[in-house]
């Protein structure tokens, strides 16, 4: 089999548009282990190759010679490509020098193309393919990409940037992400080069259009959070160009409003992802279009200051929720003792649903309370449980051990209450 049949999967599974996703109905980025799996395997036997061919030149005394043929020249830049790939792909470069990363993955991805054309002939009609598949998602890209003037505010007690961007306001579903490019000055002399993924916060079609909420997690987010802040007044907007390219992800073939209940379990930012899906489906809720009956989102945060900037959107969810035939509740926990202002009382008071509590919830507890909601919703309608419960939707995203511990608890729940409830889908963003 021809040595190179292996090198289109890794260029597909690198995109942000390929067909596997597409037709999996699942995200790139649910995608990227095999994209990282396939890139090893080439690794590895790409340099026991290489090493096979030195041990035998020099057994020979012929290294000189071998080494320099045209053929081999191109193999050994080909090598020095794919090992400069593993090595800038290493976490430490990831989240240390993104730009370097980023640099050299697309320099030696395209170097790699040609070096393999004289390296090897029967290769030509898989990098023809490459080549196919790179033009295909830039096409695509560029397609995907909008321009815009967006708001920009700081949201101090989070730690994030806020941005609204009214001029968009469809073409996406709850959960899905776009990746944003800042046109700015303020964010240096390459800041508009990179180019980095966020959850949308809001809903298609609503009142804010296009909004995200970009937390401080390196160099360029911080700069964005300072940009912010350059406002002469607390009341004057600071403006920015953007470039949106999206959207991307999402659910996939998931439909929360098919099932009967929905927990949300997000830490910190990741709040992002729990306002879309449940403004969703209080949307679809008072269009008679879902089928959800409870909601629960529960948000882990740091201080309890962290919910002032967000106060007003989650009373006003639960508000507009009491209109619809869906009960939403929402608990939020804080894990350290307050250093902010602490939320007014009164405003939580003024709604039972919302409370909020410090230490760490207690998930296995809440799955079994919901699950005994929507089983008793189901017998006092007098219907089997088995035909009115749909199911159980639980939604996860913010630290890796959140995530792992929701698994876990999800994990404990009986077989039998999993029946009854007509099953458990838990979907990590």
């Known amino acids: 089999m021809d040595r190179c049949f292996t090198t289109p999967f890794v260029y597909a599974l690198g995109t942000k548009n390929n067909i596997m996703g597409f037709l999996l109905g699942i995200g790139y980025e649910k995608l990227n282990f095999l994209h990282r799996f396939i890139g ?27 080494i320099a043929s045209t053929e081999n020249i191109a193999g050994l830049l080909s090598l020095i490509c794919i090992d400069s790939l593993f090595f800038f792909s290493t976490a430490f470069w990831r989240k240390k020098f993104y730009n370097v990363f980023i640099a050299t993955h697309v320099s030696s991805l395209t170097v790699l193309l040609f070096t393999l054309s004289f390296h090897l002939d029967k290769a030509r009609g898989w990098i023809f393919a490459c080549v196919v598949i790179y033009l295909f998602d830039l096409t695509l890209r560029i397609i995907k990409t909008r321009y815009a003037i967006a708001t920009i505010r700081p949201l101090d007690e989070l730690g994030l940037t806020r941005v609204e961007i009214l001029k968009i306001n469809s073409g996406w579903r709850a959960g899905q992400h776009v990746r944003l490019r800042i046109i700015s ?33 390196g160099e360029w987010t911080n700069k964005l959070f300072g940009l912010s802040k350059t406002s002469g007044s607390y009341e004057e907007d600071v403006k920015v160009t953007v470039l949106v390219e999206g959207p991307y992800g999402g659910l996939g073939n998931r439909i929360i409003a098919s099932f009967s209940a929905a927990v949300f379990v997000v830490g910190g930012s990741g709040i992002t992802f729990a ?95 919901i699950i005994d909601r929507t089983i008793e919703e189901a017998t006092t309608k007098k219907v089997s449980e088995l035909e ?7 939604g996860v995203c913010g630290p890796v051990s959140l995530a792992d511990g929701v698994f876990s608890d999800v994990g404990r729940l009986d077989s039998r209450r999993r029946v009854e409830v007509g099953g458990i889908e838990v979907h990590e963003e």
Not at 47 to 54: D, E, Q, R, V
Not at 388 to 393: A, R
């Open 388 to 394: 009115d419960t749909s199911g159980l939707f639980v």
């Open 275 to 369: 306002l879309s899906a449940i403004y969703d489906l209080v949307k679809k809720s008072s269009k008679k279009q879902s089928q959800v009956k409870f909601a629960e989102l529960i948000w882990v945060v740091q201080d309890a200051s962290s919910v002032v900037p967000l106060l007003a959107q989650l009373t006003g969810m639960i508000q507009d929720s009491v209109l619809t035939s869906m009960l939403l509740r929402i608990s939020v926990y804080y894990t350290r003792a307050s250093t902010g202002k602490f939320p007014n009382e009164e405003s939580f008071l003024r709604f039972p649903s919302l409370t909020l509590s410090p230490g760490r919830p207690r998930m296995h507890s809440i799955f079994e309370q």
């Open 40 to 66: 090893r395997v080439v690794l590895v036997t790409v340099n026991i190759h290489a090493m096979g061919y030195f041990y035998k030149w020099l057994l020979a005394k012929s290294f000189r010679e071998s």
């Open 185 to 217: 000055s303020g964010m240096g002399l390459t800041g508009w080069i990179e180019i980095h993924p966020f959850t949308i916060s809001s809903i298609a079609d609503g009142p804010e259009g296009l909004v995200l909420h970009c937390k401080k997690a």
